[in-house]
């Protein structure tokens, strides 16, 4: 009997010691939530409707109901209030991408509607900020693409080129009127970036292009009297000079070179 009473005892005890620590672990999870709600109501107080953000250099203004509207992506994480966000002395969130891309993923989240062209890069845009399964971009082989002018191919088939220059893995890069293409040895394309327009990123008649031992690709960018860099990717890094006469002008660039040290 005092066995019987004994176990009962300690089994009533065990229940009791596991409910004081269901209890403990309910009332951190309670907390948790209120933090994770003053965030939220932190975040809607500092950055209000509007959020400026700077991705690679290239400035943009939105919402956060915007950036929000895809559940689960990381840019509906970042502003979601649960994470503590970073914003620079200008008061913009900095993001370390493509400035130029970005511009697309903006108008999908503005518009439900994809506009960007296909390609590489852009994929993996779209994996960063975990919008591949939102976004409907038709898969595209590029590598099986040969540039031919007769085959009417977009990605391969030329406008007006303007430049040639082979980089270090024998890769050859050309500068086309309002894009850059780079294909390897046998003519599949690898790779295309660039649009018409005066923005980061956009040309406006290319008139020659310089490569670096490093990837680094340099373009002459013609009617936008200016240079314009990028990494080995055709992610956009900067522009070099302006419309005019003076030292650091331009009035239509026609050509561009690197010297050894890269400038």
């Known amino acids: 009997m005092a066995d019987e009473i004994e176990h009962i005892v300690d089994q009533t005890t065990t229940e009791v010691d596991q409910l004081r620590e269901e209890a403990r672990a309910l009332r951190a999870e309670v907390a948790e939530l209120k933090q994770e709600a003053e965030r939220m109501k932190t975040l809607k107080t500092t950055m209000g409707p509007r959020v400026l953000l700077d991705v690679g250099g290239v400035h943009y203004s939105t919402s956060v109901a915007t950036l929000t509207k895809v559940p689960g992506?990381?840019?509906?994480?970042?502003?979601?209030?649960?994470?503590?966000?970073?914003?620079?002395?200008?008061?913009?969130?900095?993001?370390?991408?493509?400035?130029?891309?970005?511009?697309?993923?903006?108008?999908?989240?503005?518009?439900?509607?994809?506009?960007?062209?296909?390609?590489?890069?852009?994929?993996?845009?779209?994996?960063?900020?975990?919008?591949?399964?939102?976004?409907?971009?038709?898969?595209?082989?590029?590598?099986?693409?040969?540039?031919?002018?007769?085959?009417?191919?977009?990605?391969?088939?030329?406008?007006?080129?303007?430049?040639?220059?082979?980089?270090?893995?024998?890769?050859?890069?050309?500068?086309?009127?309002?894009?850059?293409?780079?294909?390897?040895?046998?003519?599949?394309v690898l790779q295309s970036f660039g649009s018409q327009g005066s923005g980061p990123g956009e040309f406006d008649s290319l008139y020659g292009v310089a490569v670096h031992d490093d990837g680094t690709i340099a373009v002459a960018d013609c009617d936008n009297d200016r240079v314009q860099v990028f990494d080995r990717d055709g992610s956009f890094v900067r522009v070099i000079g302006s419309q005019g006469t003076g030292n650091g002008q331009f009035q239509c660039v026609s050509g561009v070179a690197f010297d050894r040290a890269g400038n």
């Open 73 to 188: 992506s990381m840019l509906a994480s970042m502003f979601s209030g649960r994470f503590e966000v970073h914003t620079e002395h200008d008061g913009r969130v900095f993001i370390d991408r493509n400035g130029s891309n970005f511009a697309y993923i903006l108008d999908f989240l503005r518009d439900g509607v994809w506009s960007a062209p296909t390609n590489e890069q852009m994929q993996r845009e779209l994996e960063f900020f975990g919008l591949a399964e939102a976004v409907p971009v038709p898969q595209r082989d590029y590598k099986s693409e040969r540039f031919d002018p007769v085959t009417g191919l977009d990605f391969g088939e030329f406008e007006a080129p303007g430049g040639i220059a082979v980089r270090s893995d024998g890769n050859i890069v050309v500068a086309d009127d309002h894009r850059v293409q780079v294909f390897d040895g046998s003519g599949r």
